[in-house]
C-alpha cells in the first residue's frame, strides 16, 4: 500500500520531470500565417508556393536574425517581400538557386511580417512509393541566429507524379477501397493489390494499373458471392419456415376435422 509519504515523493518527482521535459522542448520558431504550398504536382511543371511569417520576434524573442530557406524543386526564383506594421509591402529582395540565404530579420528595420514566395520546376521521381505517397521537398524556412543556433519554421512536403504513375496511383486506390468496402474473403484480391503495388513501386505502371483493376474485380465478385449465398440461405430459411407454417396449419385441420367427426 502506498503510504502518504510516498505520495508525496511520487508527486515532487512528477513535478521536476515535467520541468525538465519543459526545459528539454525546443522554444517555438516564428509562427507561420497563410500557406499556399501546393499538396500535390505533376513532374516537370512549374509551381508557385507563397508562406507568410508573422511574429518574427518571439519565441525565442530577438530583435534581428536570418532567415534562410531550401527546396528541392529546380529554375528557382525566391521573392522576400517585407511587410510593415500597418501591412504595407515596403521592400523586397530577390535571389536564385534552390537555397535562400542573406536576409535579416530586423526590428529595427521596420519588418512586421515576411512574405515568402517561392517558384520552381517539379522534380522527377527518385523512388515511387504506394504507402506512404513518394514526396519532395516543396520548401523549408528556417530561423538562424547569432551563434550558429536555429529553428526551423517549417517544412512542406508534395507529393509528385507523372501522368503514368497517377493512372497507376487511381487504380490502386480504387482496388483498395473495394477491398476495405467487401464484407467477404479478399484474400485473392488482396494478393492481387500487393502485387500492383510492387509493380507501381518497380515503376511498371501499366502493369500495375492491370493487377489492381484485376484486385478490384476480385473483391467485387467476392462480395457478390457473398450476397449471393447470402440471398440462398435467406431463402431456404424461407422456404422452411412457410413449410413449418404451412404444416402446422394442416395438422390443425386435420385436428379439427377429426374432433368434428367425433362430435
Not at 517539379?122 to 547569432?146: I, M
Amino acid at each position: 500500500m502506498m503510504t502518504k509519504t510516498n505520495l508525496n515523493r511520487c508527486s515532487k518527482l512528477a513535478v521536476v520531470l515535467l520541468v525538465v521535459a519543459a526545459l528539454a522542448v525546443p522554444a517555438a520558431a516564428v509562427s507561420v500565417g497563410d500557406d499556399t504550398v501546393p499538396a500535390e504536382a505533376q513532374v516537370g511543371t512549374q509551381v508557385e508556393t507563397t508562406v507568410t511569417l508573422t511574429e518574427l520576434y518571439r519565441n525565442p524573442e530577438l530583435e534581428s536574425w536570418e532567415l534562410t530557406g531550401s527546396t528541392e524543386l529546380t529554375e528557382v526564383t525566391w521573392t522576400v517581400v517585407y511587410i510593415d506594421q500597418t501591412g504595407n509591402r515596403f521592400d523586397q529582395d530577390s535571389f536564385n538557386g534552390q537555397n535562400l540565404s542573406g536576409v535579416t530579420v530586423a526590428v529595427d528595420d521596420g519588418v512586421s511580417e515576411i512574405e515568402v514566395q517561392l517558384t520552381g520546376t517539379v522534380p522527377a521521381v527518385d523512388d515511387y512509393s504506394y504507402d506512404p505517397a513518394q514526396t519532395f521537398t516543396a520548401v523549408e524556412l528556417t530561423q538562424s541566429r547569432e551563434g550558429g543556433a536555429s529553428n526551423t519554421i517549417e517544412t512542406y512536403e508534395t507529393r509528385h507524379y507523372t501522368s503514368e504513375s497517377q493512372r497507376a496511383r487511381d487504380a490502386l486506390d480504387e482496388a483498395a477501397a473495394a477491398i476495405e468496402e467487401s464484407n467477404a474473403d479478399t484474400a485473392e484480391a488482396e494478393r492481387s493489390f500487393q502485387q500492383a503495388v510492387n509493380a507501381f513501386e518497380g515503376e511498371e505502371f501499366s502493369l500495375a494499373v492491370e493487377l489492381a483493376n484485376q484486385a478490384t474485380q476480385q473483391a467485387n465478385s467476392a462480395e457478390q458471392s457473398r450476397q449471393t449465398r447470402q440471398t440462398l440461405i435467406y431463402a431456404g430459411v424461407g422456404v422452411v419456415v412457410v413449410a413449418l407454417l404451412v404444416g402446422g396449419f394442416l395438422y390443425w385441420r386435420s385436428q379439427q376435422e377429426t374432433y368434428d367427426k367425433l362430435g
